[in-house]
């Protein structure tokens, strides 16, 4: 079984900062999940990715598949960029493995 | 934007009442799943449904839990008798063939009194 561990747990900082949110994982997997969590609850995906680099405005996503590990990052933070990133991996063919999230709070 | 939908957004049952939550997941996905989430901790796998049959299941998706796709376009979860303990956030997701991401709904709180 899989296990999915993000740091930091927590992350406070301010408008216009660079952010990176980290996840590694323990058995290889055939794709990892980036999600953000709204504050009502919702989950939106932001990416999926099974080798190197994807990038959707100001975030960017990065994965290392040999050392199990991927980064979240954004760019020029915004207030609105708060909420919580979860990642998250396929296990087998069906479903999906979460970490703990990480509670972002970007301040103005 | 095709969505997944989730009603009710919040339903309030006492225990030892079944629950029925439902979802409409969007129209040509195929593979459909249900997740929860009790508060403060991490998203949790319950059923994978594919091809109008269970495809995968946790070991927290007991005999008080049931999935359905009773027409075509909804794909319910229903809890038979609820405990305190099913308290918690539940998300519909589904997702189409091949390599595709899963879709998730704005989920149904359940709280159980």
Sequence with gaps: KNEVEQSP?????????????????????????????????????LFMLSSGKKKHGRL???????????SLH?????????????CAVNEGAQKLVFGQGTRLTINP | EPEVTQTP????????????LRCVPISNHLYFYWYRQILGQKV??????????????SEIFDDQ????????SNFTL???STKLEDSAMY??????GGNQPQHFGDGTRLSIL
């Design chain 1, 74 to 86: 954004i760019t020029a933070s915004h207030p609105r960029d708060s909420a919580v990133y979860i």
């Design chain 1, 9 to 45: 747990q927590n992350l406070t900082a301010q408008e216009g900062e660079f952010i990176t949110i980290n996840c590694s994982y323990s058995v290889g997997i055939s794709a990892l999940h980036w999600l953000q969590q709204h504050p009502g609850g919702g989950i939106v995906s």
């Design chain 2, 65 to 72: 839990f049931s999935v359905e796709r009773p027409d075509g």
């Design chain 2, 91 to 96: 998300f519909c997701a589904s997702r189409g």
């Design chain 2, 78 to 80: 229903k809890i038979r």
């Design chain 1, 60 to 70: 960017i996503a990065t994965i290392n598949i040999q050392e199990k590990h991927s």
């Design chain 2, 44 to 57: 949790e796998f319950l059923v994978s449904f594919y091809n109008n049959e269970i495809s995968e299941k």
């Design chain 2, 9 to 20: 957004s919040h339903q309030v049952t006492q225990m030892g009442q079944e629950v029925i």
